[in-house]
């Protein structure tokens, strides 16, 4: 039976992989696609992009995981007793009790994984997010140099690159400025470069014009020059300061702070309360996942019709178990004290999955064998 144990076990876990990599995709495909044309639009390199994407990973990962479990449960499930290998190990007398135990381990150790991320990776990861959406947020490179677009990276200022060299020399330089509503200035030159000081950024112009029109006297003047320093600084402003969302914040200061971090966040007490226990909440649902996927199939017995009622009914459970997540959330969020409700969903799919193997092994009983030789039920 340990050998059994074992072989459904190494089946869930394989199916696990497979359906975590195949919701993983999807689901990164979903995200990526959005990220690369903010990041791409915006002049950041394809590395800028994958690390991004490596960022976000976790938090992807941790939406997956709980439906992964309960896809592979049901389908190793659905496997052993289209393929009679769960009709006999039943015929050996084993409960639907014994038979849980591959289900337990495995749901388990999803758990243990899903405990990892909603602990460690995740908060760090995001953390590090924001940290480099802040430093790009006022990269040079990516508000300046892009080659044949119209940038504005003021208002009222227009800057423009016809071709940036390996050298990192700009060719044909257009910059309009029209802060001043009294006056328009336009500035061409045929190469210019970015160069940085302790005073700031500068635009360095070579064999250009400047236009000034002034708009009072609606005179335009214009002068040639061969070497002309723009200051830039103004134009890069600084970006603001991104206060940090609870998803930053790490399990051990939620939990020796939470006054402090909700002040910080601009959170609700129950809020902050909510994102805590859910820490602890979401690795539970990963256990309640596979013994729901587990106990429906279960509670069928076998038809050489297949389970596919059982399964539509295991799905049916699951949704049921999410909705009382819904609707805890709000009271939770009123009132920090009501913290423990965030644990009711777990509770009631945990009960639902007992009930269904306690009414399994109530209809099913082991088969005897008599002194005569006789087989009976």
């Not at 690369?36 to 590395?47: K, T, V």
């Not at 300046?144 to 940038?151: A, K, P, S, Y």
């Not at 214009?222 to 320093?229: E, K």
């Amino acid at each position: 039976m340990r050998r059994f144990d074992r072989y459904v076990l190494s089946q869930m876990m394989v199916l696990f992989g497979f359906f975590a990599l195949v919701l993983v995709s999807v689901y990164w495909v979903n995200r990526a696609v959005v990220l690369f044309d903010r990041l791409i639009a915006d002049g950041h390199s394809a590395g800028v992009f994958l690390e991004f994407t490596a960022l976000s990973l976790p938090s992807v990962i941790t939406l997956v995981m709980p439906m992964a479990a309960f896809a592979a449960t049901v389908y190793v499930m659905n496997r052993l007793s289209n393929e009679s290998e769960l009709t006999v190990v039943q015929s050996t007398g084993y409960s639907p009790w014994r038979l849980a135990r591959p289900a337990l381990v495995f749901g388990l150790l999803i758990a243990l994984m899903m405990a990892v991320l909603t602990h460690l990776l995740v908060p760090k990861s995001l953390e590090q997010l924001r940290l480099r959406e802040q430093e790009i947020s006022g990269s040079l490179s990516a508000k300046l140099l892009r080659e044949g677009v119209f940038l504005h990276p003021a208002a009222g200022v227009t800057f423009y690159i016809r071709d940036i060299t390996p050298e990192g020399e700009l060719r044909d330089v257009l910059l309009s400025d029209r802060r001043i509503a009294t006056r328009a200035v336009t500035y061409t030159a045929e190469k210019a470069y970015l160069l940085r000081d302790d005073d700031g950024a500068k635009l360095a112009m070579l064999a250009g014009s400047a236009q000034t029109y002034d708009t009072a006297s609606r005179r335009l003047s214009t002068t040639a020059f061969s070497d002309l320093t723009y200051d830039i600084s103004g134009l890069l402003t600084r970006p603001e300061r991104k206060r940090r969302k609870l998803d930053y914040v790490s399990t051990g200061e939620l939990m020796t702070s939470p006054g402090a971090v909700a002040e910080e966040t601009r959170d609700s007490p129950g809020e902050v309360m909510e994102e805590l226990h859910l820490r602890f909440q979401q690795p539970l649902l990963c256990l309640v996942a596979a013994m729901i996927g587990y106990a429906a199939l279960m509670s069928g017995g076998y038809s050489r019709f297949g389970m596919t009622r059982q399964i539509f009914f295991a799905v049916f459970l699951l949704v049921v178990v999410k909705m009382v997540e819904s609707a805890v959330t709000e009271p939770v969020r009123s009132d920090a004290r009501l913290w423990p409700l965030v644990y009711l969903p777990s509770l009631v799919g945990l009960a639902i999955a007992a009930g269904l193997i306690h009414l399994a092994a109530r209809t099913r009983h082991p088969v005897r064998v008599r002194d005569t030789g006789e087989v009976t039920a």
